[in-house]
């Protein structure tokens, strides 16, 4: 018997090389390992051998099943694999074939306006500040030098938020809060720009949103004039609108600056366009915020950004930028 064992053990190897399926391996399993087995049987014989003999017989028995063994594990484990490989293959579905014609959109034309604003600033050495939506009269209003009398603390101007005792409380008429927010907080020098939506009680219409976008600037540092807000707003627009455009300042009113200027930049045809309106910080405003206008002076400039992109793309209808006619972004 022990003697038949290496022919046995090499006509099971011999047969798995051969093997293609796990239908077939199952059968030469149970032809080389099953009940039937020439294996089976000859261990079966054990008991006939001499007490001498069985022992020796035993391991040789027992060495060539685990050998047996092993190879049908490895050949059912390499069938499994190929067969799960062609089940997966037969199964696949190409969704490159599938997929429609995607037409992508792009960024909204104020955000692109935004992002370009901002590239711009922060190139020119200037970072970027946030605040809140919705403000107190601190913020949207006295700290900035605008007293209570003032018609833009008016219910037909601001936008009240009932929150009831013991502050008032509105959505915030322009980005200036952030200025002031950033004083109280920032010790000088400091230069920022501060981006984000403001809120009016305007009517729509072609020049005029109740919602709208401005971006506003503030400097504050040591021997600040109005000759370096002009350098920095000819800088801006030369920046964005290209070298051509022309900027000038003309003198104007704002609780918070004093003196005061709107600043238009040249068109094409030698007309001019208003921008926005800028002006040294009132000293008011800069004691408001603990800081000692004796030793500190600065500048603010603001403007919209819907305007902007108005004027950048020469736009007919503000009111285009928030209709969300497809038709009409998808140029853009």
């Not at 540092?221 to 455009?245: C, N, P, Q, W, Y």
Request: hydrophobic share 40%.
């Amino acid at each position: 018997m022990i003697e038949q064992l290496p022919q046995l053990r090499a006509t099971a190897l011999a047969a798995l090389d051969g093997v293609a399926d796990l239908a077939t391996l199952a059968t030469l399993e149970a032809t080389h390992l099953g009940k039937k087995s020439p294996l089976t049987l000859a261990k079966r014989q054990l008991g006939q051998l001499d007490p001498a003999d069985r022992k020796a017989a035993g391991l040789a028995l027992n060495d060539a099943r685990t050998e047996m063994v092993a190879a049908f594990e490895t050949t059912r484990d390499r069938l499994a694999r190929a067969t799960r490989a062609i089940q997966l293959e037969s199964e696949r579905l190409d969704l490159t074939e599938l997929r429609p014609e995607i037409d992508r959109g792009s960024l909204h034309l104020v955000t692109q306006a935004r992002d370009r604003l901002e590239d711009v600033f922060v190139g020119m050495g200037f970072t970027i500040a946030e605040g809140p939506e919705v403000e107190t009269a601190w913020y949207n209003f006295e700290a900035l030098n605008i007293p209570e009398w003032h018609p833009a603390r008016g219910s037909f101007d601001t936008i009240f938020v009932d929150l009831g005792e013991p502050e008032e409380v509105m959505l915030r008429s322009h980005t200036s809060p952030v200025q002031i927010r950033t004083m109280e907080q920032t010790e000088p020098p400091i230069y920022i720009v501060a981006p984000g939506r403001t809120f009016r009680t305007d009517t729509a219409d072609a020049t005029h949103l109740p919602a709208f976008f401005q971006i506003e600037g503030l400097v504050i540092d040591r021997d600040i004039s109005m000759g370096d807000l002009a350098g920095t707003i000819d800088k801006f627009v030369h920046e964005f609108f290209g070298g051509e455009v022309k900027t000038r300042l003309r003198p104007s009113y704002f609780p918070f600056t004093e003196p005061s200027a709107e600043f238009d930049i040249s068109r094409p045809d030698g007309s001019w366009l208003e921008l926005g309106g800028c002006g040294m910080v009132h000293p008011n405003v800069l004691q408001n915020c603990g800081i000692d206008p004796e030793q500190w002076q600065g500048f603010a400039f603001g403007f919209g950004i819907d305007r902007l992109a108005v004027m950048r793309y020469q736009l007919d209808d503000i009111r285009e930028l928030v209709n969300n006619d497809v038709r009409f972004l998808k140029q853009f």
